[in-house]
Nanobody
Framework: QVQLVESGGGLVQPGGSLRLSCAAS????????AKWYRQAPGKEREWVAG???????NYADSVKGRFTISRDNAKITVYLQMNNLKPEDTAVYYC???????????????WGQGTQVTVSS
């Protein structure tokens, strides 16, 4: 019932920046743990970054120091700030998150539909 929607993808030159957003399509109580994945053409899906319910973060070695995952204060939206982008970052980026729809019901895991990021001159 609840769907995550990614936005913010597009075409950017090497060295540029983009900020991806991941938000629920309907009203929810909170987004708890969340992850970003990406899949380049002809390659397997790759984990990129994660944020825990307690806001601890972790990153794949390929993006460490360049990407930052975050969640807003209301825990409604998850972001992926991407700096110093490289051509190898080109992929469809997907948001995955555990969502609490109400205060009293446990979380359910959801995926977004993906947003295209292309890094090219």
């Amino acid at each position: 019932q609840v769907q995550l929607v990614e936005s913010g993808g597009g075409l950017v030159q090497p060295g540029g920046s983009l900020r991806l957003s991941c938000a629920a399509s309907t009203s929810i109580f909170s987004i708890d743990a969340a992850k970003w994945y990406r899949q380049a053409p002809g390659k397997e899906r790759e984990w990129v970054a994660g944020i825990s319910t307690g806001s601890m973060t972790n990153y794949a070695d390929s993006v460490k120091g360049r990407f930052t995952i975050s969640r807003d204060n209301a825990k409604i939206t998850v972001y992926l700030q991407m700096n110093n982008l490289k051509p190898e970052d080109t992929a469809v980026y997907y948001c995955n998150a555990d969502i609490s729809q109400t205060r009293y019901i446990g979380t359910r895991n959801n995926w977004g539909q993906g947003t295209q990021v292309t890094v090219s001159s």
